[in-house]
């Protein structure tokens, strides 16, 4: 099953512009993770964000979490037509071995 | 980092016939793998967790005796797709918990897309 749902399903941009996707859920978390898939190819780990935490940067991407309200948002900014590709969130429960639950994604199109 | 290794990464076959797809824990053990399928332009679906030593447990709407799970070994499980029909056709991802068991990090493998003609 899947966790929760995530905005907007799709987006399109102009390069240089920042790209905000959004995710919501609906368990307790331990973490939440943000992947990217480019068409037909694998998953490409981003970014883990734990429970505790509120936000976090790696280059480009900034992540923020908010777990009063179950919801989660990425950040690409000064986007680049190679951040064209499919983003989804995936929730993890640490409750037993559990399986990580992915949203339904946002298509990501940066327009050169 | 701990690596997860699928196999066949492409595999196109005819209908009726079956497909067996395998998922490879390369550094570390793993007692339990999870199987994704994802349909085109949609989101991964969890189809069943594979237990080593063990029956898998399917997800609700997965057909066990079209999916078959084994996994023999710590470092490796099966995916079998018997009868395949091209109402199967798509790409099936596996993933496992690294070192640390129930908290440890969760890996993926690449990937096998499945065409059923």
């Known amino acids: 099953s899947q966790q929760g749902e995530e905005d907007p399903q799709a987006l399109s941009i102009q390069e240089g512009e920042n790209a905000t996707m959004n995710c919501s859920y609906k368990?307790?978390?331990?973490?939440l993770q943000w992947y990217r898939q480019n068409s037909g190819r694998g998953l490409v780990h981003l970014i883990l964000?734990?429970?505790?935490?509120r936000e976090k940067h790696s280059g480009r991407l900034r992540v923020t979490l908010d777990t009063s309200k179950k919801s989660s948002s990425l950040l690409i900014t000064a986007s680049r037509a190679a951040d064209t590709a499919s983003y989804f969130c995936a929730t993890d429960q640490y409750s037993g071995n559990t399986p990580l639950v992915f949203g339904k994604g946002t298509r990501l199109s940066v327009i050169a | 980092g701990a690596v997860v290794s699928q196999h066949p990464s492409r595999v196109i076959c005819k209908s009726g016939t079956s497909v067996k797809i395998e998922c490879r824990s390369l550094d570390f053990q793993a007692t339990t793998m999870f199987w994704y399928r994802q349909f085109p332009k949609q989101s991964l679906m969890l189809m069943a967790t594979?237990?080593?030593?063990?029956?898998?447990?399917?997800e609700q709407g997965v057909e066990k005796d079209k999916f078959l799970i084994n996994h023999a070994s710590l470092t490796l499980s099966t995916l079998t797709v018997t009868s395949a029909h091209p109402e199967d056709s798509s790409f099936y991802i596996c993933?496992?918990?690294?070192?640390?068991?129930?908290?440890?990090?969760?890996?993926f493998g690449e990937g096998s897309r499945l065409t059923v003609l």
């Open positions: 594979s237990n080593e030593g063990s029956k898998a447990t399917y």
């Open positions: 993933s496992a918990r690294g070192p640390g068991g129930a908290s440890g990090e969760l890996f």
């Open positions: 964000i734990r429970s505790n935490e």
């Open positions: 368990t307790s978390i331990n973490n």
